[in-house]
C-alpha cells in the first residue's frame, strides 16, 4: 500500500538557519510527490511538486525540495528560515486514482 | 489564479441536524474533493467526485454524502450531525491527472454541539 510518512510532529529552527522537514514515501511505481503549507486558519496553498527529471525541485517562498529515490525521501529545505515560515506542512503521494496520499503533517517554528 | 471558495468559514450547528457545506470552483477542473481535517490525524479523504454526478467514497464516508449536479459545484451533507464531527473540513479540486496538483478552498470550521 501506498504511505507517506513524516517523523517529525515538529520542527524547531532558528531565523536565519536552514531548515528541513523529512518526508519518506513508499509507493508502487513512480512517485509523484508534493509539499503544501497551511498557515493558522487557513486552507493548504501548493508549494511545490516533483514529477520527473531534476532532483531538485523549487517552489514558492524560497523552498526547494530534494527528491532522493535511493532512500525514497523528499525532504523539503530552505537555506535561510524567515519567521513568517512558520505553519503546518504536508507532504503528498499521488496515487493512480488521481488522490493525494498525505502525512500527518509537521509543525514548523521559526523562532526570532 | 485558480480560486475555490467554501460557503462559511465558521458554522455551528447542533446534534441531529441537516448541515450543508458548499465548495464551488472556477478553474473547470473534473476532480473535486472533500476532507476532514483533525489534529495528529493530517487530512483525510471523505468523498470525491471526478465528473459532475459522479462520486467515489474515500477513507471515512461514514455519516456523509456529497452531491454534484454541476462541475464546478461539490457539496458535502450531514444526514444527522453528530458531536464528533466537529471538524475542519476542506475542498479541494484538480485537473484530471497525477501530475496535477489540488488547490484548496479556506475551510469550514464546523462545531457539533
Known amino acids: 500500500a501506498q504511505s507517506v510518512a513524516q517523523p517529525e510532529d515538529q520542527v524547531n529552527v532558528a531565523e536565519g538557519n536552514p531548515l528541513t522537514v523529512k518526508c519518506t514515501y513508499s509507493?508502487?511505481?513512480?512517485?509523484?510527490l508534493f509539499w503544501y503549507v497551511q498557515y493558522p486558519n487557513r486552507g493548504l496553498q501548493f508549494l511545490l511538486k516533483?514529477?520527473?527529471?531534476d532532483n531538485l525541485v523549487k517552489g514558492s517562498y524560497g523552498f526547494e525540495a530534494e527528491f532522493n529515490k535511493s532512500q525514497t525521501s523528499f525532504h523539503l529545505k530552505k537555506p535561510s528560515a524567515l519567521v513568517s515560515d512558520s505553519a503546518l506542512y504536508f507532504c503528498?503521494?499521488?496515487?493512480?486514482?488521481?488522490?493525494?496520499?498525505w502525512g500527518a503533517g509537521t509543525k514548523l517554528i521559526i523562532k526570532p | 489564479d485558480v480560486k475555490v471558495t467554501q460557503s462559511s468559514r465558521y458554522l455551528v450547528k447542533r446534534t441531529g441536524e441537516k448541515v450543508f457545506l458548499e465548495c464551488v470552483q472556477d478553474?473547470?477542473?473534473?476532480?473535486m474533493f472533500w476532507y476532514r481535517q483533525d489534529p495528529g490525524l493530517g487530512l483525510r479523504l471523505i468523498y470525491f467526485?471526478?465528473?459532475?454526478?459522479?462520486?467515489e467514497k474515500g477513507d471515512i464516508p461514514e455519516g456523509y454524502s456529497v452531491s454534484r449536479e454541476k462541475k464546478e459545484r461539490f457539496s458535502l451533507i450531514l444526514e444527522s450531525a453528530s458531536t464528533n464531527q466537529t471538524s475542519m473540513y476542506l475542498c479541494?479540486?484538480?485537473?484530471?491527472?497525477?501530475?496535477?496538483?489540488?488547490?484548496f478552498g479556506p475551510g469550514t470550521r464546523l462545531t457539533v454541539l
Open positions: 509507493v508502487s511505481g513512480n512517485p509523484y
Open positions: 479541494a479540486s484538480s485537473f484530471t491527472s497525477v501530475y496535477n496538483e489540488q488547490f
Open positions: 503528498a503521494v499521488s496515487d493512480v486514482n488521481y488522490q493525494l496520499i
Open positions: 516533483y514529477i520527473t527529471g
Open positions: 467526485s471526478y465528473d459532475v454526478k459522479m462520486k
Open positions: 478553474m473547470d477542473h473534473e476532480n
